[in-house]
């Protein structure tokens, strides 16, 4: 198997910041009152195999929503920085395989990708698994930002956890967003909260502007969640959401997207919202 990068032009688009400074530093106040947590100590809560539930919200809501939060989870610090910016670049067969698992809801469903975390320098390879019981089984490995798949070690790596061997995958498309990463207090959970999510392909750019993307990471599902309370209370209910799919279908409107067209109306309908 080759793994090419296809480096795409004005990839700067990522790095910048669609919120106003006055958005941004109202959040950055907020998380200033979470007890902060290191990159090492919340290593004991990373849950690579995990359920996972999601949910989607306009981010007018998200300072108070914080607030809320503060004395039921720490916040991940990392350089002295508590929303870290993040890179991610998917690979896909040239006719999109891994897309049409998912879009065709396929049993066991993969992505291959590149994480970067920008503000550390650090990349990982990694392999996404998610079957049909919703269970997401993530591994990965310390990587150059675009792998070079003749490496041993990749290739072991890749005969482990990616049975998909197919011979050519290829850059269809790289994002970028912020990520507020909490640590409950009190259960053995993670919550992220993603926010000014880009998009970047071969042929377009573009932003969702006031989505919030919150995934709740547990060993199993559990309504005791301090977040997913508060999302019940609010009238919110969990969605399927994947940044890989969602770039998809927008940036290659020739795919079928079926499956995802109410998910895409709702992304829709926080943009136009927000505006």
Known sequence: MMIYDQTLHQETYLDKKSHNDESIQAIEDILKTFEPLSLQDSGD????????????????????LLTDLAQDYDVLEVDGLRMQHYKTRYFDTPDFELYRQHHNGQRDRYKLRVRSYLDTDLDFLEVKKKDNHNWTQKSRMVSEEIPASQSPTVKAFLDATFPINRAVYVTKIVNSFYRIALVSKHDHERLSLDLDIRFLSPSTQFALPGVVVAEVKQPEFSIHSAFIHKMRQAGYRPTRFSKYCVGIALAYPHLKYNKFKPLLLNIQNIVLGEQ
Not at 45 to 64: I, Q, W
């Open 45 to 64: 809560v990373r849950l690579l195999k995990r359920m996972d539930t999601k949910y989607l919200f306009t981010e007018s809501l998200l300072p108070g």
